[in-house]
């Protein structure tokens, strides 16, 4: 499948707030695909989510067994119209980057634990526990889909700094 382009800042369509999935078929499975591919081809992507290829619904790919840091993870996610359900264990500080925002990264606080509920690509309804890194990635993805990003939540604008291998 073809690796789609990211849009990027100040793109407004990153500010929307997308739209639930309802149809469960092979145009969702193609979607699902180019979000991989894309994920994959970017630099260090563990996560994409469909409104950062310039389609608003609520998907997201996550794939945390590409990262660099050591974390236990679920491998390759497919989560269709995904709702964080629980935050657990306080919050932790962590650095995040982003693909729609390449030039910085951030110290960002986020739950150490979550539960989500979502949909696989046949509509079955699911539900992950998770922690850690994972559980960062799948918070920073699904924050996509609400138009939020990264920058919105990081601690003070003192921790927002220029990536330097850019």
């Not at 092979?26 to 994409?48: C, F, R, S, Y």
């Not at 950062?52 to 840091?69: L, Y």
């Not at 739950?111 to 559980?135: C, H, K, P, W």
Request: glycine share 8%.
């Amino acid at each position: 499948m073809p690796v789609k382009s990211l849009i990027t800042l100040p793109d407004p369509r990153l500010r929307q707030v997308a739209a639930p999935i309802d149809q469960f078929n092979a145009t969702l499975a193609e979607l699902m695909q180019d979000m991989t591919d894309t994920m994959i081809a970017g630099p260090g992507g563990v996560g994409l989510a469909a409104p950062q290829i310039g389609e608003s619904v609520r998907a997201v790919v996550v794939d945390c067994s590409r990262s660099q840091r050591p974390c236990r993870n679920h491998g390759l996610l497919y989560l269709i119209n995904p709702e964080i359900t629980a935050l657990s264990e306080g919050e932790a500080l962590g650095r995040e980057g982003c693909m729609s925002v390449p030039e910085w990264v951030g110290m960002v606080p986020r739950a150490r634990r979550i539960t989500v509920n979502y949909q696989s690509m046949d509509g079955q309804r699911l539900s992950l526990s998770t922690a850690g890194f994972e559980a960062r990635v799948i918070q920073h993805e699904v924050d996509h889909l609400n138009g939020k990003l990264f920058i919105d939540r990081v601690v003070s604008v003192h921790d927002l700094v220029r990536r330097m291998d850019t």
